[in-house]
């Protein structure tokens, strides 16, 4: 169970695949002026990932070497038709905020990454976590960087205004400038915060080690 919980959480945190892979950056920044784009992105492209994880991991063994890579795009692909479609007859408006970029989702490097790296390598229970964990870390950090470019952009989230009419949205947030500030400075934040919790991390390995060290000694004794 602890490595199903830490391949999950590596996606969310340890291996982020935008602050920390820093790829697929093109779509995020693209569709990030609105938080509805970025929540509608992110989970299709969890959705896209997790069902060719799953696909590529059970036929695994199956696949010859020599063509892997054009099977995996056909599947890669199918999978992204099937949300494109599904967008655009339940969600119409959403479908045509975010434009070419779901069909774009087939050429994502996240995607090919993962498949490639991981799921042609690993049973089933394995890449679901995986998938899981990329899947959402993509969708915490599009939701995250949208919600601060839409706010300070148009004074909104998800339509509903939120600061009073007298203020003054900042349209450098919306534009392509503003979009690369906002995602360094989730960056710079990210860093932060994992410069913080190293040194108590190293803390807790050299306690550990004393204790195991001192209790190595005591048995010595007896």
């Not at 020599?66 to 967008?87: E, G, H, K, W």
Request: aromatic content about 10%; overall charge positive.
């Amino acid at each position: 169970m602890k490595k199903f919980f830490t391949l999950f959480t590596n996606g969310l945190v340890r291996e982020n695949p935008l602050l920390v892979l820093m790829i697929g950056l093109c779509s995020s920044l693209a569709v990030t002026t609105a938080v509805a784009n970025g929540i509608g992105m992110g989970l299709s492209m969890t959705f896209v990932l997790l069902m060719s994880e799953i696909v590529i991991s059970l036929f695994r063994k199956l696949i010859p070497e020599s063509i892997r890579i054009p099977v995996f795009i056909i599947i890669i692909a199918a999978f992204t038709t099937m949300i494109d479609y599904l967008l655009k007859a339940y969600f119409p408006d959403l479908s045509k905020a975010m434009g070419v970029f779901i069909p774009l989702i087939v050429v994502n490097c996240i995607i090919m990454g993962r498949v490639e790296g991981f799921a042609s390598k690993q049973p089933v229970t394995s890449v679901i976590f995986d998938a899981l964990g990329m899947g959402l870390g993509y969708t915490w950090v599009l939701t995250g960087i949208a919600v601060v470019r839409e706010l300070l952009g148009s004074g909104s989230i998800l339509g509903f205004q939120v600061f009073p009419e007298s203020f003054q949205p900042v349209l450098f947030f919306i534009l392509p400038p503003g979009g690369f500030f906002v995602f360094a400075l989730f960056i710079a934040l990210n860093l932060a915060i994992k410069s913080r919790l190293k040194p108590a991390r190293d803390e807790n390995s050299t306690t550990a080690g004393s204790i195991t060290t001192g209790s190595g000694h005591s048995h010595g004794g007896i």
